[in-house]
Antibody
Framework: QVQLVQSGAEVKTPGASVKVSCEAS????????ISWVRQAPGQGLEWMGWISAYNGNTNYAQKLQGRVTMTTDTSTSTAYMELRSLRSDDTAVYYCARVLNPATSSFGVPTRAYWLDPWGQGTLVTVSS | EIVMTQSPATLSVSPGERATLSCRAS??????LAWYQQKPGQAPRLLIY???TRATGIPARFSGSGSGTEFTLTISSLQSEDYAVYYCQQYIKWPGTFGQGTKVEIK
């Protein structure tokens, strides 16, 4: 079955970086993309960004631009999300989710989105001094 | 950005009763709407996409309806495992935006 398995919980100090992995199985990795969504304690879902596993194209949430990098390793069917300069308000559960790759405009911006299915089990990242 | 508004924030329903959850979009999303279920300590799970198509393995007691700006998720007869938070998501416009969620609790 299609499955995404994420790396384990992390505790980081403010200013540090974290890299979360998401290993896919049960489908051809390069025919989909991976979106990352985070959820602060007791809060709703916040979309962070997307990467195409086909060609590595990315698109990030504006508020995270400059601090987040999403990559893939097609040899291991694994996606990665790195977040730098961590702050206390980055404390959240981070999820990866499979998504269809959208068509993009001539500027490389996706023209639409798709539903997310399935989701990884989540990775708790705690930022605390 | 398309803003998704869910109501009510909390819905108290007795086991076996019907639950009706609403989701409103700030502009038309046609049928490009998904519903997710999230239980405590778990990841969200896709229930419905295309406003009314059940995802694989989702029981028939879950149904979605609506188009344009008004959408409904109906759980026909609540089971114990259905008590959870439900999110809607529009995906007609990048990057796709979520509602704030409706918590379905035991009455």
């Amino acid at each position: 079955q299609v499955q995404l398995v994420q790396s384990g919980a992390e505790v980081k100090t403010p200013g540090a970086s974290v890299k979360v992995s998401c290993e896919a199985s049960g489908y051809t990795f390069t025919t989909y993309g991976i979106s990352w969504v985070r959820q602060a304690p007791g809060q709703g879902l916040e979309w962070m960004g997307w990467i195409s596993a086909y060609n590595g194209n990315t698109n990030y949430a504006q508020k995270l631009q400059g601090r987040v990098t999403m990559t893939t390793d097609t040899s291991t069917s694994t996606a990665y999300m790195e977040l730098r300069s961590l702050r206390s308000d980055d404390t959240a559960v981070y999820y990866c989710a499979r998504v269809l790759n959208p068509a993009t405009s001539s500027f490389g911006v996706p023209t639409r989105a798709y539903w997310l299915d399935p989701w990884g089990q989540g990775t708790l990242v705690t930022v605390s001094s | 950005e398309i803003v998704m508004t869910q109501s009510p924030a909390t819905l108290s329903v007795s086991p076996g009763e019907r639950a009706t959850l609403s989701c409103r979009a700030s502009q038309s999303v046609s049928s490009n709407l998904a519903w997710y279920q999230q239980k405590p300590g778990q990841a969200p799970r896709l229930l419905i996409y295309g406003a009314s198509t059940r995802a694989t393995g989702i029981p028939a007691r879950f149904s979605g309806s609506g188009s344009g700006t008004e959408f409904t998720l109906t759980i026909s007869s609540l089971q114990s495992e259905d008590y959870a938070v439900y999110y809607c998501q529009q995906y007609i416009k990048w990057p796709g935006t979520f509602g704030q969620g409706t918590k379905v609790e035991i009455k």
